[in-house]
């Protein structure tokens, strides 16, 4: 069984910070990439970033320059730094990892973390 706990959602004004953070536990052998994706209401669930083993980062398009992935292997824990918060980044964020869990390789999500972002 895997699980991941994520944490730091909530209500913030435009232009203002949130950080995200989800540790993920359970009979993981090895964490290969860790991500947030976003899905806002009406809307598909989108890749928001994502941050391999080794650190290389993938960020959408429209949160490029005010989002930052970053991971704590030690810890199994992955976290979203988010600035310049806009109302369109308002979503359920989610966190992902593919994970080797004993002979398997599988994607897990947490359960959603509501970010809203609003005047």
């Known amino acids: 069984q895997v699980q991941l706990v994520e944490s730091g959602g909530g209500l913030v004004q435009p232009g203002g910070s949130l950080r995200l953070s989800c540790a993920a536990s359970?009979?993981?052998?090895?964490?290969?990439?860790m991500g947030w994706y976003r899905q806002a209401p009406g809307k598909e669930r989108e890749l928001v970033a994502a941050?391999?083993?080794?650190?290389?980062?993938n960020y959408a398009d429209s949160v490029k320059g005010r989002f930052t992935i970053s991971r704590d292997n030690g810890k199994n824990t992955v976290f979203l730094q988010m600035n310049s918060l806009k109302p369109e980044d308002t979503a359920v964020y989610y966190c992902?990892?593919?994970?080797?869990?004993?002979?398997?390789?599988?994607?897990?999500w947490g359960q959603g973390t509501q970010v809203t972002v609003s005047s």
């Open positions: 992902n990892i593919r994970a080797v869990v004993g002979w398997d390789t599988r994607d897990y």
């Open positions: 941050i391999t083993r080794g650190d290389s980062t």
């Open positions: 359970g009979s993981i052998v090895r964490i290969l990439a």
